[in-house]
């Protein structure tokens, strides 16, 4: 199954990257490796069950009497 997720995503980058490539939009290029790479990382996390770090757990814990 997660030979799939990667078919998904190795199409998304064959669609998008050359265009950005073509048009040298560097910036948007860096972006986009950027999403993308979070959203490898939590899919795979929701795939096999990783912990996934909540930012505001620290603040619950503060907040909450």
């Known amino acids: 199954m997660v030979w799939l997720l990667f078919a998904i995503y190795f199409a ?21 490796t950027a999403v993308l790479s979070l959203g490898i990382y939590l899919s795979l996390s929701q795939f096999y069950g990783w912990h996934i770090f909540n930012p505001f757990a620290p603040w619950i814990e503060v907040l909450m009497p």
């Not at 998304?12 to 986009?32: A, H, Q, T």
């Open 12 to 32: 998304i980058i064959y669609i998008e990257v050359p265009g950005l490539l073509r048009g040298k939009m560097y910036r948007e290029l860096g972006l986009f």
